[in-house]
């Protein structure tokens, strides 16, 4: 189920009889036709588990299901709107920043800390996202929220991608992420995290940069 992008605040979905998708709670702007929205309680796509799984992790930012005949506008707080088309990969993104995605891709959860061990922990702690993150899998689309508009920066093997921690908005296909210190520590004595850490994303697949440092 592609999206329209009207402007890039704004995306627009067609809604046909037999598919669904979801979105976050207060993102439909307007819509035409027959079109129902409730509220969403089996954890889309990955069922129960994903739920309780999200809910264990803090993932449980408020999901609506979709379904009906005809056309929505989704927007959210007047901000910029990236759309990830997923080809069979997966998408790591946090759970606050989905706007809506496709009903057929496979919702779960993991564990930063899997990735990058310690250091994927510490990145959680320092960029205040957590140490879980929501996981969208298969073939369909998902529109993710930015400060400021986005970018997507390709990983290819051999070339990693480092990234200011708060900048982050979300990454997919094969991908390792460490965090590491940019600068010295006298050099990082009264400064915030800024650019005194670093995510740097190795591997083979592209991240999704806001050009922002503030959280949604």
Known sequence: MPFREINSKMVEATVVPGQRMYSQRGAMLAYRGDV??????????????????????????????????GTVMFGHGGHHIQVVN????????????????????????????SQGGVMGMVRGQITGQGLFTTTLKGHGAVAVMAHGGVIELPITPGRPVHVDPQAYVAHHGDVRNKLSTALGWRDMVGRGSGEAFQLELSGSGAVYVQASEEKL
Do not use: C, H, K
């Not at 889309?44 to 264990?56: A, D, E, K």
């Open 86 to 113: 997923l080809t069979g990969d997966t998408l790591y993104v946090e759970a606050d920043r989905l706007l809506a995605f496709d009903g057929t891709l496979e919702q779960g959860t993991m564990f930063m800390g």
């Open 36 to 69: 129902s929205f409730t509220p969403n309680i089996t954890g889309g796509q990955g069922g129960l588990m994903s739920m309780i799984g999200r809910r264990v992790a803090d993932e449980a930012t408020p999901l609506m299901t979709v379904e009906g005949s």
